[in-house]
C-alpha cells in the first residue's frame, strides 16, 4: 500500500513534469474594456485575454447593443498571450454593450460566454 | 484498537474528518472545484495528494479525546468521457492520546456521470464504492485498518446559477452527495456493531472564477478563488448497537461544517477549510482540512489524463 501510493505519487509527478503546456478549458481571464464594467470612451477595439492556449479558427467574438443591435467589427484575430482583438469599424456610442465569445482550447474544449460594458455618456 | 462504542464515534467523527474524494468538474461554463467535505459530481483524471485533515475528538464526559492528524490520498481515472473509477484511502493517521497510527484502508470507487446539462450548469452522478477490509494496517497495528470490508451506493447532484436573469445569482452554486454504507460484517467478535451508515452532506459555491470571467472583472489575486461554506453529515440508520450509560448514543448523528476556499490554478487545485464539529460526539473544537489536487486532464492531456474510450468531454459541443 506504501508502495501503490509512492508509484502513483511518482506517476503523477513525472507527468507534470514531463508536460510543458497547459491544455485546459479556455475561460475569460481579462477583457477590454472589462466584463460589467463603466469606461468613459469608446475604445478602437475589444480585447478578450482567456486562461489557457487557444484555437485561432475555432475562436471568435461578436457584440451587440443592449437591444440587440449588431455591432460592425472586423474578425476576431488571436494575437499573443491567448488575446482576442476585435477591431471596432466606428466609435461605440454610449450605451451598453453584450459581447458573445466562443472558444476551442488546444484540447478541443469548447467554452463560450457572454458579459456586458457600459460606455458612460 | 478495541471496537469500543466511544471508540467507534471518535472513528465516525475521524471518517468524516478524512473520508471524502476529490476531483473537480467541469459542467458548461461552471467549474465545480473538488471539496473538501464531500466528493464533487463529475467524473475526471486527477490525483489528490495530500489531503490532509486534523480533528480532535470529545469523550462523552466532556474531556478532550483523541487527536488525529491524516494524509490521505486518492487516484481518478477516466474510462469514458461520463464513467470513471478511482483508487484512494483515507491513508495514514496519526494518533495522539492515546498514541497509535496506521494505514487506512484500500477504497476503490466506480462512478458514471448519467445526466449533464451544460447550458444549466447541471449534473447528477451515481457510484458504488468499495472499501477492501483488511487493506491497511494489520490488526497487530497500534491503529489497524477495518477487518470488514464496506460497500456505499453514492449519489451525487451539482447545479451552478449561471443561466439566473440576476447578475448577483449567477456566480453561485450547489453540489450535494448522499451516501448509503453497508459493512459486510454487521456484528464484530468482540461482540461491538458495524451500524449501516447514511451519509449525506452539501455545498454551497460563489465562483469568483466565474463572476470574473462572466459579471464582473476582478483583480487578479481574487479571480482564481472559489469561497464556500460546506457541511457533511453521518448518521447510523440500522445496526446500532444497544445503548450504552454514559458513552455516547450509537443512533447520534455526526458532522462537521465550516467556510472553505479553493483556488483553482492551471494544473492543480488548493484547498482549506475550518471543520467545526457540530455536537460533542462529532469532536471537540474547530479542526482543518486541506488538499493539493493535481489535474491530470491539464497536466497530461493526451496521455494520463484523457479517458481511455472516447473523445475527451467536450460539454459545449452541442452550441
Ligand atoms: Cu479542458
Known amino acids: 500500500m506504501k508502495h501503490a501510493s509512492l508509484l502513483i505519487a511518482a506517476t503523477g509527478l513525472a507527468s507534470f513534469l514531463v508536460s510543458t503546456q497547459a491544455f485546459a478549458h479556455a475561460f475569460l481571464n481579462h477583457a477590454e474594456p472589462g466584463v460589467g464594467t463603466i469606461v468613459n470612451a469608446s475604445p478602437p477595439e475589444l480585447q478578450l485575454t482567456f486562461t489557457e492556449d487557444i484555437v485561432a479558427a475555432f475562436s471568435g467574438a461578436s457584440a451587440v447593443t443592449a437591444g440587440g443591435a449588431p455591432v460592425p467589427t472586423g474578425k476576431a484575430v488571436v494575437g499573443p498571450a491567448n488575446t482576442l482583438h476585435l477591431r471596432l469599424a466606428h466609435a461605440l456610442k454610449p450605451g451598453t454593450y453584450v459581447v458573445s465569445w466562443h472558444v476551442v482550447s488546444v484540447d478541443t474544449h469548447h467554452t463560450q460566454g457572454t458579459y456586458k460594458f457600459t460606455i458612460a455618456p | ?319
Open chain 2, 1 to 319: 484498537m478495541i471496537r469500543h462504542f466511544t471508540c467507534a464515534s471518535a472513528a465516525a467523527a475521524l471518517l468524516l474528518a478524512a473520508n471524502p474524494l476529490y476531483a473537480h468538474t467541469i459542467v458548461g461554463n461552471r467549474v465545480f472545484p473538488a471539496t473538501l467535505t464531500i466528493d464533487d459530481p463529475g467524473v475526471n483524471d486527477e490525483l489528490a495528494l495530500p489531503a490532509f485533515s486534523y480533528l480532535q475528538a470529545a469523550n462523552p464526559d466532556g474531556t478532550p479525546g483523541t487527536t488525529s492528524y491524516s494524509l490521505a490520498w486518492e487516484y481518478a481515472k477516466t474510462i469514458t468521457p461520463d464513467f470513471g473509477i478511482s483508487i484512494g484511502s483515507d491513508g495514514y493517521t496519526w494518533q495522539r492520546n492515546p498514541q497509535a497510527e496506521g494505514w487506512s484502508n484500500i477504497e476503490t470507487e466506480a462512478k458514471f456521470a448519467f445526466y449533464q446539462d451544460p447550458g444549466h450548469e447541471f449534473i447528477m452522478s451515481a457510484a458504488v464504492s468499495a472499501e477492501i477490509g483488511n487493506t491497511g494496517s494489520p490488526q497487530s497495528a497500534s491503529l489497524p485498518s477495518d477487518p470488514f470490508s464496506t460497500i456505499t451506493p453514492k449519489f451525487f447532484i451539482g447545479k451552478g446559477f449561471g443561466d439566473a436573469s440576476a447578475d448577483w445569482a449567477r456566480p453561485f452554486a450547489v453540489t450535494g452527495e448522499v451516501d448509503y454504507s453497508i459493512p459486510t460484517v454487521t456484528i464484530n467478535s468482540d461482540g461491538s456493531y458495524n451500524p449501516t451508515m447514511l451519509t449525506y452532506g452539501a455545498s454551497l459555491q460563489y465562483s469568483l472564477l466565474y463572476e470574473n470571467s462572466f459579471v464582473h472583472q476582478l483583480p487578479d489575486v481574487f479571480n482564481r478563488l472559489i469561497p464556500a461554506f460546506e457541511g457533511i453529515f453521518s448518521t447510523p440508520v440500522a445496526n446500532q448497537g444497544p445503548v450504552i450509560p454514559g458513552e455516547f448514543s450509537p443512533y447520534e448523528t455526526t458532522g462537521v461544517v465550516g467556510p472553505s476556499l479553493y483556488y483553482i490554478g492551471q494544473y492543480f487545485e488548493i484547498g482549506v477549510m475550518a471543520q467545526v464539529p457540530i455536537n460533542r460526539a462529532s469532536g471537540d473544537h474547530v479542526g482543518a482540512l486541506a488538499v493539493l489536487d493535481i489535474f491530470l486532464d491539464d497536466v497530461a492531456p493526451t496521455s494520463l489524463g484523457k479517458p481511455l474510450f472516447g473523445a475527451p468531454l467536450s460539454p459545449l459541443a452541442r452550441y
